[in-house]
């Protein structure tokens, strides 16, 4: 599945990240993401529900980050990732 919302190189954008109960709201820029290969083990697998299929990179305060997430929500205006207990959504500013 592509993402929906644009993504440009000299592109500036927000990323909010929910753990919990908390909410943290940053700007980013140099965005990417990309469809990572699908697991090759069963697919009555319950862990391939949970497997990551992408590879989200950004720069936030200078910083570089990935995040392996699994896509959950795929709209023009904002994309949300599942990753590691965390939710991250990504949206144009």
């Known amino acids: 599945?592509?993402?929906k919302m644009p993504i440009k190189v000299f592109g500036t954008y927000e990323v909010t990240?929910?753990?919990g109960d908390s909410e943290?709201?940053?700007t980013c820029q140099k965005l990417s993401m990309s469809k990572l290969a699908p697991a090759e083990s069963s697919s009555d697998d319950p862990q391939e529900s949970q497997a990551?299929?992408?590879l989200i990179v950004y720069y936030s305060f200078?910083?570089?980050r990935m995040v392996q997430g699994k896509l959950k929500e795929n709209e023009e205006k904002k994309v949300v990732f599942e990753a590691q207990g965390k939710?991250?959504?990504?949206?144009?500013?």
């Open 52 to 54: 990551p299929t992408h």
């Open 87 to 93: 939710e991250y959504e990504f949206s144009t500013t």
């Open 62 to 64: 200078g910083c570089k």
């Open 1 to 3: 599945m592509d993402i």
């Open 17 to 19: 990240v929910r753990e």
């Open 24 to 26: 943290k709201k940053e």
